[in-house]
């Protein structure tokens, strides 16, 4: 089955802890990124790239890092997690060019005490 | 810039009732559009995808959109609603930098 799959589902840390949130996919897409979900603000792009080795930033990239070191897979890194990034994670992939769907993994839900 | 705007953050309908979210677009280029469903606990899930092929776009689950470039709208609507599609609906269009942008979101609710 083509999916984009996301662990931890959950996460609960405290300020300061660094931790990652795992991404991969099955579909030997290029693009790959991820975003974050508040309430009001519709999803937002953190960090996305376009082929192993090149990532780039998104809309919102402070406080997080990302490595592409296979093309399946695009870890979420968080050195120093704090309140704010308190947020339902996406990662998503899809084939690069014009217009392709990305398709969306089942989201993680951090919580940074 | 590419900017998408949802109208109305929170739709109530009753079962059987027409449902009808708004979307808002702006592009400079011919867009590709996509509405997205996020059911409770979920991922997000591609309901249909305009892609300058036909204006009226069929989805899944009895969804489907018109692309209205006159009015720069890409509505979806289902002619009767039913309680499953209580969820949460993103409209989206890709920038001229190869970037999907997302609206705020709008959640339905289907009252019995």
């Known amino acids: 089955e083509a999916q984009v799959t996301q662990n931890p589902r959950y996460l609960i840390t405290v300020t300061g802890k660094k931790l990652t949130v795992t991404c991969s996919q099955n579909m030997n897409h290029e693009y790959m990124s991820w975003y974050r979900q508040d309430p009001g603000l519709g999803l937002r792009q953190i960090y996305y790239?376009?082929?192993?080795?090149?990532?780039d930033k998104g809309d919102v990239p402070e406080g997080y890092k990302v490595s592409r070191k296979e093309k399946r897979n695009f870890p979420l890194i968080l050195e120093s997690p704090s309140p704010n990034q308190t947020s339902l994670y996406f990662c998503?992939?899809?084939?690069?060019?014009?217009?392709?769907?990305?398709?969306f993994g089942p989201g993680t839900r951090l919580l940074v005490l | 810039a590419q900017s998408v705007t949802q109208l109305g953050s929170h739709v109530s309908v009753s079962e059987g009732a027409l449902v009808l979210l708004r979307c808002n677009y702006s592009s400079s280029v011919p867009p590709y559009l996509f509405w997205y469903v996020q059911y409770p606990n979920q991922g997000l899930q591609l309901l249909l995808k305009?892609?300058?092929?036909?204006?009226l776009v069929k989805g899944i689950n009895g969804f489907e959109a018109e692309f209205k470039k006159s009015e720069t709208s890409f509505h979806l609507t289902k002619p009767s609603a039913h309680m499953s599609d209580a969820a949460e609906y993103f409209c989206a269009v890709y920038n001229q930098g190869g970037k999907l942008i997302f609206g705020q979101g709008t959640e339905l609710s289907v009252k019995p």
């Open positions: 998503a992939s899809s084939q690069i060019s014009g217009g392709e769907t990305q398709y």
């Open positions: 305009y892609t300058s092929a036909a204006t």
């Open positions: 790239s376009m082929n192993v080795e090149v990532t």
